[in-house]
């Protein structure tokens, strides 16, 4: 896919970095020449420009673009006139990133309906992570269905993964997730997962397996109490 990240803050700059990564093209644009040479060597194209010039903008390949994201958080007026603008040059994707109420109240005036909280949304997970016991990572599905990493249950440990029922006191087991040992290195761990539901991958769980679960949060919440 093609993207067009505008604003090369922690955001917008990791976000540029992790899709030029996955193999995607990416233009880094920000009004900061320090920072577009910064990251031209992890980002496949950075570009230095005034994003609130409309002339300036045209020379963006906006037409192949499939997604224009806009990290601006620390400039409102700058953030909600290059919405503005791109969405009179005719671009239809456009992500925003908001930082208040107020902001997200008028990019969504002008057309701008898909925004993004970095800080909100990563607080949010994480004060539901420390608030669960056990639990790697969790992901909303709604407000009371809830997809969590967890760890292994110690009765768990030593049986087959054929072994396991995938209901778990009122919880849908998805995935048995292990260490990819061949391919982590010290400084980054990487992981294979295994569905529950294929009897043929028969993996034998050890202590440092993750299980991935679906369920009410409640009902997740009591499973550690248990």
Not at 1 to 14: D, H, P, Q, T, Y
């Given at each position: 896919?093609?993207?067009?990240?505008?604003?090369?803050?922690?955001?917008?700059?990791?976000l540029a970095k992790i899709l030029t990564s996955m193999g995607h093209d990416v233009i880094g644009v920000d009004k900061e020449i320090d920072k577009v040479e910064f990251f031209k060597d992890t980002i496949r194209t950075t570009i230095s420009m005034d994003i609130t010039d409309i002339h300036a903008l045209k020379t963006l390949p906006l037409k192949e673009c499939d997604m224009v994201i806009i990290c601006i958080s620390?400039?409102?007026?700058?953030?909600?006139?290059?919405?503005?603008?791109?969405?009179?040059?005719?671009?239809?994707?456009?992500?925003?990133?908001?930082?208040?109420?107020?902001?997200?109240?008028?990019?969504?005036?002008?057309?701008?309906?898909?925004?993004?909280?970095?800080?909100?949304?990563?607080?949010f997970v994480f004060a539901e992570m420390l608030t669960l016991e056990y639990v790697w990572s969790i992901y909303n599905i709604s407000e009371d269905i809830k997809i969590a990493e967890i760890s292994v249950p110690d009765d768990f440990i030593g049986k087959k993964l054929s072994e396991i029922n995938p209901k778990l006191r009122?919880?849908?087991?998805?995935?048995?997730?292990?260490?990819?040992?061949?391919?982590?290195?010290?400084?980054?761990?990487?992981?294979?997962?295994?569905?529950?539901?294929?009897?043929?991958?028969?993996?034998?769980?050890?202590?440092?397996?993750?299980?991935?679960?679906?369920?009410?949060?409640k009902d997740i919440i009591d499973f550690f109490r248990d």
């Open positions: 896919m093609n993207f067009i990240v505008i604003g090369l803050g922690n955001f917008g700059a990791s620390d400039d409102f007026g700058s953030s909600v006139k290059t919405s503005a603008l791109l969405k009179k040059l005719g671009v239809d994707k456009i992500y925003a990133r908001e930082s208040s109420l107020i902001h997200k109240t008028v990019l969504n005036a002008i057309g701008i309906h898909e925004t993004i909280n970095p800080e909100y949304e990563t607080a009122k919880l849908d087991i998805l995935y048995l997730k292990y260490p990819d040992k061949q391919h982590s290195l010290p400084s980054l761990e990487k992981w294979l997962a295994a569905d529950i539901a294929d009897s043929e991958k028969d993996i034998l769980i050890e202590s440092d397996m993750r299980l991935v679960i679906k369920g009410h949060k």
